[in-house]
């Protein structure tokens, strides 16, 4: 089990450069919880990761995403915890209908690069 669960149905996506950006929410309102990814394809020590507040972010804390049939998992690198408020795990769930939920999905992938399972 996740320390973090996101039922996501608010997603966005943004290219500036050749970064890409891309969230997953579980409403407009940030209070409900979110996650969001920020780099340039496949640099995964450059990629940014913010999970549910900025304070609860940085650069090279994932360790692994996870492709589910639901979703994603992403793990956070042990030595990165303590700035990401000590969660370890989040699971992201995305409603299999949901077009932008699975578009936002398409991003992320490519964000991660080739690597991505």
Sequence with gaps: MADI????RAF????E???LAVGFAASE?????YVVFEGRPGDRKGLYLEVSDEIFAAKDAVEAVTF???????AIRPAMMAKLGMVGEVAVFVDAGDADGH?????LRQVLGPTAA
């Design 5 to 8: 669960e996101i039922r996501a």
């Design 12 to 15: 966005w996506t943004d290219v």
């Design 17 to 19: 450069g050749d970064s």
């Design 29 to 33: 309102d940030p209070e409900d919880g």
């Design 68 to 74: 589910t049939e639901a979703g994603f998992v992403v």
């Design 103 to 107: 578009a936002a999905l398409a991003v």
